[in-house]
């Protein structure tokens, strides 16, 4: 079946620009991720959706990003008046909902964001 | 602060070789274990998933173990391939039967480069 897809593949903006990331998670996926992967670095969660439950935007760094997913499926991040620093890739994860203690991701193959 | 090591952080070997990933972790309370392949230019894929209770698990040529008592685990690799070139990321999760997001500690990856 189809797998987590993320578009676009590459985005390359200017300082200070708005850019929109979008994240089409595996369908019946009740769980959906955001991650940010810096050059050399390990993942940094941004934020979590699980069903109808409120989102966990803890990891979000600024103000500026921010993230919703609609009708529990497709979701967006946006990042506000993009600085040099948010150049990065940027992963999305779906999980299914199970009783099992250890639950699944599934990645998706990113958007690289370069900010010039 | 809940963190995952990983060494070496890089590994060059000739294929046909065999090879040993290392993870230490300072997460607790711990959870579960994940060893996850990540293709230059995709999504990390996974590989292991190792609750407290399991010592070691399986996959084809890849084979993990982990010791909960010093809280170390290892990625073995069997007849390396070229195609297991790629960086293997260990990730911890310090809460039982948790799927939030931001409980999964990333270490920074071990970048393996497997050479004919």
């Known amino acids: 079946g189809a797998g987590v897809s993320q578009s676009p593949s590459n985005k390359v903006t200017e300082k200070g620009k708005d850019v929109e990331l979008r994240c089409d998670p595996i369908s019946g996926h009740t769980a959906l991720y955001w991650y940010r992967q810096s050059l050399g670095q390990g993942l940094e969660f941004l934020i979590y959706f699980q069903g109808n439950s409120a989102p966990d935007k803890s990891g979000l760094p600024s103000d500026r990003f921010s993230a919703e997913r609609t009708g529990g499926s497709v979701s967006t991040l946006t990042i506000q008046r993009t600085q040099q620093e948010d150049s990065a890739v940027y992963l999305c994860a779906s999980s299914p909902w199970t009783s099992k203690p250890a639950h699944e991701q599934y990645f998706g193959p990113g958007t690289r964001l370069t900010v010039t | 602060k809940n963190q995952v090591e990983q060494s070496p952080q890089s590994l060059i070997i000739l294929e046909g070789k065999n090879c040993t990933l290392q993870?230490?972790?300072?997460?607790?309370?711990?959870?579960?274990l994940r060893w996850y392949k990540q293709d230059t230019g995709r999504g990390p894929v996974s590989l292991t998933i190792?609750?407290?209770?399991?010592n070691t698990k399986s996959n084809g040529r890849y084979t993990a173990t982990l010791d909960a008592d010093t809280k170390q685990s290892s990625l073995h690799i069997t007849a390396s391939q070229l195609s297991d070139s790629a960086s293997y990321i260990c990730v911890v999760s310090p809460t039982v039967g948790d799927n939030y997001g931001q409980n999964f500690v990333f270490g920074p990856g071990t970048r393996l480069s497997v050479l004919p």
């Open positions: 993870c230490n972790y300072t997460v607790s309370p711990f959870s579960n």
């Open positions: 190792m609750t407290f209770s399991e």
